[in-house]
Nanobody, 121 residues
Framework: QVQLVESGGGLVQAGGSLRLSCTAS????????MGWYRQAPGKQRELVAT???????NYANSVKGRFTISRDNAKNTMYLQMNSLKPEDTALYYC???????????????WGQGTQVTVSS
């Protein structure tokens, strides 16, 4: 059973920093593109950043220059370093990954349970 588990959320003042982690576990053949999404109350889930297995990254305009996505393929772990946080970054942050599980021949999309990030003004 493949699972994604996030950690690192919390409460921080505006201008502060947080680092989120997402670790994939279970029997897997490969982990391909991974990404972070977020959902604020009353809003749709939106893309924050993605990273391919080769390290190519993509960011939402709202976080460019402030957030950095990275991954450690040996640890099946992805990170999101969030600096210069703003109150509008407050949301539930979800980890996503395209994974080929053991015994299957194609990608499945997996989601983590979410970790809350709250930025106070």
């Amino acid at each position: 059973q493949v699972q994604l588990v996030e950690s690192g959320g919390g409460l921080v003042q505006a201008g502060g920093s947080l680092r989120l982690s997402c670790t994939a576990s279970g029997s897997m053949i490969s982990i391909n593109t991974m990404g972070w999404y977020r959902q604020a109350p009353g809003k749709q889930r939106e893309l924050v950043a993605t990273i391919t297995s080769g390290g190519r990254t993509n960011y939402a305009n709202s976080v460019k220059g402030r957030f950095t996505i990275s991954r450690d393929n040996a640890k099946n772990t992805m990170y999101l370093q969030m600096n210069s946080l703003k109150p509008e970054d407050t949301a539930l942050y979800y980890c996503y990954a395209d994974i080929i599980p053991a015994g299957r021949g194609y990608n499945y999309g997996y989601w983590g349970q979410g970790t809350q990030v709250t930025v106070s003004s």
